[in-house]
């Protein structure tokens, strides 16, 4: 029996506008969604709080190449990311 896409993958149920949401494209691009600010900007590691998540990311020719009030996009060679709850 072949079912529907949409029976196999439901996006919609997995991704919850209220929290913090991360997507990678291969590793040179991340975007994260939800309420963010930017702690520390250089090209070796960048640190975003996003919602009750900091988030640390390290590589090399690190960038912002898109921002906005619940979204940026972290472009580079991406080596490590680190995930700590804050309080």
């Known amino acids: 029996m072949i079912k529907n896409i949409d029976d196999i993958i439901s996006l919609?149920?997995?991704i919850n506008p209220a929290k913090p949401y991360f997507q990678m494209e291969?590793?040179?691009e991340l975007i994260l969604s939800g309420n963010n600010s930017?702690?520390?900007?250089?090209t070796g590691r960048i640190r975003v709080n996003v919602d009750s998540v900091q988030l640390s990311v390290d590589g090399s020719q690190l960038t912002i190449?898109?921002?906005d009030k619940s979204s940026i996009t972290i472009r580079g060679e991406i080596t490590n990311i680190g995930f700590a709850k804050v309080k």
């Open 26 to 28: 291969g590793n040179n």
């Open 12 to 14: 919609s149920d997995e």
């Open 65 to 67: 190449s898109y921002i």
């Open 38 to 42: 930017i702690l520390d900007y250089g």
